[in-house]
Nanobody, 129 residues
Framework: QLQLVESGGGLVQPGGSLRLSCAAS????????IGWFRQAPGKEREGVAC????????NYADSVMGRSTISRDNAKNTVYLQMNSLKPEDTGVYYC??????????????????????WGQGTQVTVSS
């Protein structure tokens, strides 16, 4: 089956770092935009970061800009989200998703969930002391 699998979540102290991974199986990520989303308990799912198929264009939510980096290794069929200086408000389930967005959309408005065709099951990130 076409599948995305997230990993790398866990419990971390405020100010700590995590590196999340999104690995594809059943298809290649070479031609897909990849987005990271998160959902806190009782909250709507929100976009965190996205990256174009080539890796040349990226976008970040204001809440994580300056603290996170999205990257991809197409040879490994994997996308990463490095998060530093983590805050309790970063807590939530983090999902990766693949879609056929244009580069224009990546840099302007990539946050609608309807733009993404494939979704992972999520990995839990908990930031707490």
């Amino acid at each position: 089956q076409l599948q995305l699998v997230e990993s790398g979540g866990g419990l971390v102290q405020p100010g700590g770092s995590l590196r999340l991974s999104c690995a594809a199986s059943g298809f290649t990520l070479d031609y897909y935009v990849i987005g990271w989303f998160r959902q806190a308990p009782g909250k709507e799912r929100e976009g965190v970061a996205c990256i174009s198929s080539s890796g040349g264009s990226r976008n970040y939510a204001d809440s994580v800009m300056g603290r996170s980096t999205i990257s991809r290794d197409n040879a490994k069929n994997t996308v990463y989200l490095q998060m530093n200086s983590l805050k309790p408000e970063d807590t939530g389930v983090y999902y990766c998703a693949a879609g056929k967005l244009t580069t224009r959309m990546v840099v302007t408005t990539p946050w609608a969930r309807s733009l993404y065709d494939y979704w992972g099951q999520g990995t839990q990130v908990t930031v707490s002391s």
